[in-house]
Structures are given as C-alpha cells and as structure tokens.
C-alpha cells in the first residue's frame, strides 16, 4: 500500500492531500512515506536514506550495550579493588 501510494504521488502529479483523501490515509503519513522514498533516490540530501537510518539506530543500540558494559566493569573494578585494599587477619 505504502509503494503503490508514493508511486501515485510521484506519476499522478497531485497534491499530497488528494492521494491520500483517495487512499484513506493520513495525509501526513504519506508526505513523511514520499519524503523517505525521495531521500532513498538521493533526490533529498538533507535526510537521511532509510539504510543510513537503520545503521543510526544500529550503531545507537551498540552504544547503548557498550556503555553498559562498560558501567558493569566500573562497578566490578570498585568491588575487586575493595576487596584487595580490605584489612586481612593475620
């Protein structure tokens, strides 16, 4: 439905609002889907295309994991160096 509605807006040559009153959908929804398909054929370079977009939110997800992690290994490192600094029995 997506394709069929960008491809109308592109061949037909009408507004936005009109194919999407046709198609019963949001209008918004369907500039936002010919904006994305435009980026994607390069013809908007101030957006991202829609794999640059799912490598953002790849790369955001590793970031978030990393940190983390990282945070897990501080917390490990204070434990670990308490236990070394701890007064021993003789």
């Known amino acids: 439905m997506r394709e069929r509605a960008i491809r109308l807006v592109f061949?037909?040559?009408r507004?936005?609002?009109?194919?999407?009153?046709?198609l019963g959908v949001h209008p918004e929804a369907l500039r936002s889907w010919v904006r994305q398909a435009e980026a994607d054929a390069g013809k908007r370079p101030e957006r991202?295309?829609?794999d640059e977009r799912e490598r953002l939110k790849a790369l955001e997800r590793e970031n978030r994991e990393?940190?983390?992690a990282n945070e897990i290994l501080k917390a490990a490192s204070v434990f670990f160096a308490k236990?070394?600094?701890a007064p021993r029995p003789k």
């Open 66 to 68: 990393l940190r983390k």
């Open 15 to 22: 507004p936005v609002k009109h194919v999407a009153d046709d």
């Open 83 to 85: 236990e070394l600094d």
């Open 11 to 13: 061949e037909s040559g």
């Open 48 to 50: 991202l295309t829609s």
